[in-house]
Nanobody, 127 residues
């Protein structure tokens, strides 16, 4: 059974940094698409970044390019999201998602693609 557990969310000031982690269990890590999504209050959930765990190809939302970096530690079965230069508009619940045994959708954050989701970790950025 696949389980995803996020951690690392916190309250920071604008301009600060955070690193989110997503610990994955179950046979998911090799050759899977994993991603980070976020949902701000009153808004729909949106894609932030995805990575294909075999090869490491990545895709980012325009709003986070140059500030966020998605990465993986295969030995630890852990996905990361390094966030710098945080802005108040980055405030949201951040979710880890995974779809085992397949590549990522081409230049897309189609959430129907992902069948496994974590419970989320809250990031709050104050001005």
């Amino acid at each position: 059974q696949v389980q995803l557990v996020e951690s690392g969310g916190d309250s920071v000031q604008a301009g600060g940094s955070l690193r989110l982690s997503c610990a994955a269990s179950g046979y998911i890590y090799s050759g899977s698409c994993m991603g980070w999504f976020r949902q701000a209050p009153g808004k729909e959930r949106e894609g932030v970044a995805t990575i294909f765990t075999s090869g490491g190809s990545t895709y980012y939302a325009d709003s986070v390019k140059g500030r966020f970096t998605i990465s993986q530690d295969n030995a630890k079965n852990t996905l990361y999201l390094q966030m710098i230069s945080l802005k108040p508009e980055d405030t949201a619940m951040y979710y880890c998602a995974a779809e085992p045994g397949t590549g990522c959708p081409w230049r897309s954050f189609d959430q129907r693609y992902f069948h496994h989701w974590g419970q989320g970790t809250q990031v709050t950025v104050s001005s």
